[in-house]
């Protein structure tokens, strides 16, 4: 498990809030809510519990497609009662089971939550599920990570600074 925790939302949802907002602003209405509406029996659409309902993305992120839990009522981790974790832990436990009965068993799941400080009532919090898949068997090594994938934040293994310190001298001497 990985986990981030930040001030600022990234972005991905940085993104996303703005769209709501905008949206909020334009219609009157909380996109999410509105998504769901016209998912619900559509083609994309998985099942609903007491907490969340599941689709299947209209457009997915991961290159095994993805499954997107959107919370009723909710914008955010902490607002969920330990009944509702539950209910999200049994149908995300069916998820994953569909995905491991079909050969996969590596995933990311992030959680996109409303600004805490916030509470605009625009965001209803969402979690992405994508399965992952090894481009290299024997070093587990998977596609992607969460971090492109997921949260759309580039990262980079070693800070500009050593790499230039690295490579000047060897340039140097060309």
């Given at each position: ?17 703005s769209a ?135 990262f980079c ?18």
């Amino acid at each position: 498990m990985q986990v981030a925790l930040t001030q600022h939302p990234g972005n991905r949802l940085a993104r996303e809030l703005s769209a709501e907002t905008a949206y909020l602003s334009a219609n009157g209405s909380v996109f999410a809510d509105d998504l769901i509406r016209s998912e619900r029996d559509g083609p994309r659409w998985l099942m609903e519990d007491s907490t969340a309902a599941w689709i299947a993305p209209f457009a997915p992120i991961g290159a095994l497609g993805d499954v997107m839990a959107v919370f009723h009522q909710r914008g955010a981790i902490e607002e969920l009662s330990d009944a509702e974790i539950a209910v999200f832990a049994a149908s995300l436990t069916q998820v994953v089971s569909y995905f491991a009965d079909n050969g996969l068993s590596s995933f990311n799941l992030s959680f996109f939550p409303e600004q805490p400080a916030e509470k605009s009532g625009r965001h209803r919090l969402t979690a992405r599920l994508l399965p992952r898949f090894y481009l290299n068997n024997s070093l587990h090594v998977s596609d992607a990570s969460y971090l492109q994938l997921l949260l759309q934040e580039a990262f980079c293994m070693r800070f500009p600074e050593t790499l230039a310190a690295q490579m000047r001298p060897a340039l140097q001497n060309r």
